[in-house]
């Protein structure tokens, strides 16, 4: 008997043991393909605390850095930990030498040179934090223009799009009606519809209304309700309990006093959920802005960030601070509604 | 008495239900249908938006798709109607056929692992997903400084830590500039796989339990239970990746400014239609490029759809039943 049970035992010590080891290699998959993910913005964060002068030195470090150096007879050197005769030195660099080699010398006794192999030693450094790259790159473009018409096209076409789709979606949520199924479909139907197959005409439409180069083009579609945030909140609706409506109405509320004082306060997570995405959307969005507004007084961020970097590539540090500015706000909105977030792409991703 | 009052009655409620989609009615038909009809007509028009367009019948059509038997017989891309469009068209694919099944297996893979009860699985999550909330022109900036073969930190790394000698040019090189757009498209792959995720965890458990119970080992259990639930969220990522690719731009655009350079290396089809609209004013032109492009994804979305059939597994839906 108890031969058997010193199997069984070893069988379920044998499991544990590689359950064990399965997770652990599972966790330390997940964290190395982690620093990956992270490494980017750890770039983008350290490169825009960089002095220019270190981008053109040693540009991929991913430490904001600058040589440590000495002042000899009021010149600098760059300092060295160096090797002599097995004793470790901190040694200032005097003059390069043929071959690969260098003269050092100690910083209090200049006149004393050694000759070493250059490679071997080993520079050394000192943290280099330059904080004034963001109020530089502020400044180096109209940045709060850029930011007001961000912000405006943002949120007053999200205040459009939460108020035309609630509409639309208590519409198609809480009445019937001969064809409002079949109108319906044809509205997800334009889910799948290219944009570019309807942009030129919708361009030339503008044109001619002299909305070209102004942010209307941005704004105003959005209060004529879109099928993505139409099907997500009537989705929604769908599961607000219809007695609600019933008891309100027998007390004499019309249909708009129900979506008003029943539907909207009912369905406050599904509009945060559109709402977080709408400003997600128009934050980010580069192709519209780019081809309705051309003047620098209208654009928005994306598309200044944009041409910025295509007028001064060379401006990194400064185009890399303006960068970390622009994806603070929906990093921000992420860690603040984690939840509402993931639930939304989920339900949006598996059955939109 | 009773019906008249019942029909007025259910009257009333559709005027109110037709009454509360005014918004998206009135939006169709001046932001969908009509510019849609518009377009079309267009398309058979030249119209540089200054003279009013000239209608010229299928001539767009016929620079898209003459020269191709000839282009087949000689094998000179000069033969054809319009060679930009097909190296385009070409660029386009090529980028899919790479993005796409490595975005399947990366966010596919991490999903499952993502899935297991490991040690700070919610801080993992949050991790993976970030990338893909701060898409855009931000984000491809920074790619561009990581990819650069001179200032970046992925040559580096390339050749001190992984040794390769001569790592690629990114960006500036015409065979590698697609698969550097690729590499930066799977930093973002977080996207998809929090929907997978969704998908994984949607699984019944009765549905594991069972197959333990027959003896399944965890492979049998991945390729049996786990494969066949997730083929519908698998199928409905493709479909979006491929509609996806099609309009490529915000990337492309930033990182090459606007050119789809180096050597048409990167000129995306969206993009070859943007510099027709917006750089040549060539309206008719790309109104019908427009309508090719929205062809082009009917038609996948179509055949995606009817290959489902094969191998998309619906819950609740016996396979060899139909």
């Known amino acids: 008997m108890k031969r058997i049970a010193d199997f069984f035992g070893s069988i379920t010590g044998s499991i544990k043991a590689s359950e064990f080891l399965f997770k652990g290699i599972t966790t330390l998959l997940l964290a190395a393909g982690a620093v990956v993910i992270m490494i980017p913005l750890a770039f983008m964060v350290s490169t825009s605390l960089k002095d220019p002068g270190q981008l053109r030195s040693d540009a991929n470090t991913l430490i904001p850095r600058k040589p440590q150096t000495a002042e000899i007879n009021g010149e600098k050197f760059n300092l060295y930990q160096v090797t002599v005769d097995g004793a470790s030195l901190e040694m200032a660099m005097i003059k390069k030498a043929p071959g690969g080699m260098a003269f050092f010398a100690d910083p209090a006794r200049p006149d004393e040179l050694i000759e070493l192999k250059l490679n071997e030693q080993i520079a050394l450094y000192s943290f280099d934090i330059h904080w004034e790259n963001y109020p530089e790159a502020l400044n180096a473009m109209p940045f709060f223009r850029y930011l007001g018409n961000t912000l405006i096209v943002t949120f007053v076409g999200m205040f459009g799009m939460l108020f035309s789709s609630s509409l639309v979606a208590y519409g198609f949520s809480r009445f019937r009606a001969p064809w409002l199924n079949v109108l319906f479909l044809l509205l997800l139907s334009t889910i799948m519809l290219p944009s570019q197959v309807r942009l030129i005409p919708i361009y030339i439409f503008y044109q001619k209304l002299g909305w070209v180069n102004t942010l209307l083009p941005l704004i105003v579609p959005q209060f004529f309700a879109n099928a993505y945030d139409v099907f997500l909140l009537r989705q929604f609706f769908m599961t607000i309990p219809l007695e609600l409506d019933d008891a309100a109405k027998i007390d004499g509320a019309n249909p708009l006093q129900v979506l008003l004082y029943i539907i909207l306060p009912q369905a406050r997570p599904a509009l945060v959920s559109v709402g977080i995405f709408h400003f997600l959307y128009a934050w980010n969005d580069f192709y519209e802005p780019l081809i309705f507004l051309h003047t620098r007084e209208n654009w928005t961020l994306a598309v200044g960030l944009q041409t910025f970097d295509a007028l001064y590539t060379i401006n990194t540090h400064l185009i890399m601070a303006v960068s970390v500015l622009m994806i603070f706000p929906p990093i921000l909105l992420f860690f603040f509604s984690q939840k509402i977030f993931t639930q939304g792409v989920v339900f949006s991703g598996v059955k939109g | ?322």
């Open chain 2, 1 to 322: 008495m009773k019906s008249i009052k019942t029909i007025s009655l259910a009257r009333r409620e559709a005027m109110a239900g037709y009454a509360f989609i005014i918004p998206w009615i009135i939006g169709f038909l001046i932001f969908t249908i009509g510019p849609m009809l518009a377009s079309l007509y267009f398309s058979f028009t030249d119209y540089n938006i200054v003279d009013p367009p000239n209608w010229v019948g299928l001539d767009n059509y016929i620079r898209v798709f003459s020269g191709i038997p000839e282009f087949f017989r000689t094998g000179d891309t000069r033969q054809l109607g319009d060679p930009i469009f097909w190296k385009a068209l070409q660029v386009t694919i090529y980028f899919a056929s790479l993005a796409l099944p490595l975005n399947l297996i990366f966010s596919f893979s991490l999903a499952v692992l993502l899935n297991q009860k490991v040690p700070g699985v919610n801080v993992w999550r949050t991790i993976y997903f970030l990338p893909s909330i701060i898409s855009g022109v931000a984000v491809t900036l920074l790619w561009i400084r990581i990819l650069n073969p001179r200032m970046g930190i992925l040559n580096p790394f390339l050749q001190n830590v992984l040794g390769i000698n001569n790592p690629p040019g990114w960006l500036q090189d015409p065979n590698w500039a697609v698969p550097a757009l690729v590499i930066m498209s799977l930093w973002g792959v977080g996207g998809s796989m929090i929907i997978y995720l969704a998908g994984l965890q949607g699984i019944p458990t009765d549905l594991y339990d069972a197959a333990k119970v027959d003896g399944a080992n965890a492979w049998q259990r991945f390729w049996n239970v786990t494969f066949p639930m997730m083929t519908p969220v698998l199928f409905y990522n493709l479909v979006l990746g491929m509609i996806g690719t099609f309009q490529y731009f915000t990337e492309v655009y930033v990182a090459t400014s606007g050119t789809g350079g180096p050597q048409r290396a990167t000129l995306f089809y969206n993009l070859y239609l943007y510099q027709n609209a917006f750089r040549y004013f060539d309206m008719g032109y790309a109104s019908t490029l427009a309508w090719i492009l929205f062809i082009i994804v009917l038609a996948l979305t179509a055949l995606i759809f009817r290959s489902s059939d094969m191998w998309v597994y619906y819950e609740g839906q016996l396979r060899g039943k139909q």
